[in-house]
T-cell receptor, first 115, second 110 residues
Framework: DTGVSQDPRHKITKRGQNVTFRCDPISEHNRLYWYRQTLGQGPEFLTYFQNEAQLEKSRLLSDRFSAERPKGSFSTLEIQRTEQGDSAMYLC?????????????FGPGTRLTVL | DAKTTQPNSMESNEEEPVHLPCNHSTISGTDYIHWYRQLPSQGPEYVIHGLTSNVNNRMASLAIAEDRKSSTLILHRATLRDAAVYYCILRGGGADGLTFGKGTHLIIQP
């Protein structure tokens, strides 16, 4: 257990529905990252926050995706009008500092299945 | 982040050392070399990182070539619990998201 928690662990939804995932980082960590991982591939970066500010968004993050980190604590990732191609593991990570030497601590992930 | 090249898979026997190679010929002077691993059905887990000198921690050792164009992750005595996908990642500049490749799938035989 890294101290990063994600909820829910599994989500099954029908195409067209909206889903929201939550990530609780390690409490003193300022940086929070979201990644997506499909079967057989490594995780792909989606977006990250420095405290409550969203600093970068990958081109993978379409307009149907939105992420927030109110008050710089937990974060939510919402997917609107889900598509079957959104089926993946969604991973959250946090780190204390904003240096290239810093370590990211990952949560267990939320597995999304879109029927 | 610069690109890394790793073998798709490697196999080793339990209780033997394992050397996992990574090539990163386009590494820049400020890039750190990070290794993460991902056990089945879990999120990635930090293993070790270094810049220029070899590094040791309780999990593994990292040997970095003198020209920094390659590195090797060394597991000194593999156990079945070390079976995982190992990712070699370069990280520099603004400390943004990690760029994972496909990694090396390490298989440990009992």
């Amino acid at each position: 257990d890294t101290g990063v928690s994600q909820d829910p662990r599994h989500k099954i939804t029908k195409r067209g529905q909206n889903v929201t995932f939550r990530c609780d980082p390690i409490s003193e960590h300022n940086r929070l990252y979201w990644y997506r991982q499909t079967l057989g591939q490594g995780p792909e970066f989606l977006t990250y926050f420095q405290n409550e500010a969203q600093l970068e968004k990958s081109r993978l993050l379409s307009d149907r995706f939105s992420a927030e980190r109110p008050k710089g604590s937990f974060s939510t990732l919402e997917i609107q009008r889900t598509e079957q191609g959104d089926s993946a593991m969604y991973l959250c990570a946090s780190s204390r500092l904003a240096r290239s030497s810093d370590t990211q601590y990952f949560g267990p992930g939320t597995r999304l299945t879109v029927l | 982040d610069a690109k890394t090249t790793q073998p798709n898979s490697m196999e080793s026997n339990e209780e033997e050392p394992v050397h996992l190679p990574c090539n990163h010929s386009t590494i820049s002077g400020t890039d750190y070399i990070h290794w993460y691993r991902q056990l089945p059905s879990q999120g990635p887990e930090y293993v070790i990182h270094g810049l220029t000198s070899n590094v040791n921690n309780r999990m593994a050792s990292l040997a970095i070539a003198e020209d920094r164009k390659s590195s090797t992750l060394i597991l000194h005595r593999a156990t079945l619990r070390d079976a995982a996908v190992y990712y070699c990642i370069l990280r520099g500049g603004g400390a943004d998201g990690l760029t994972f490749g496909k990694g090396t799938h390490l298989i440990i035989q009992p």
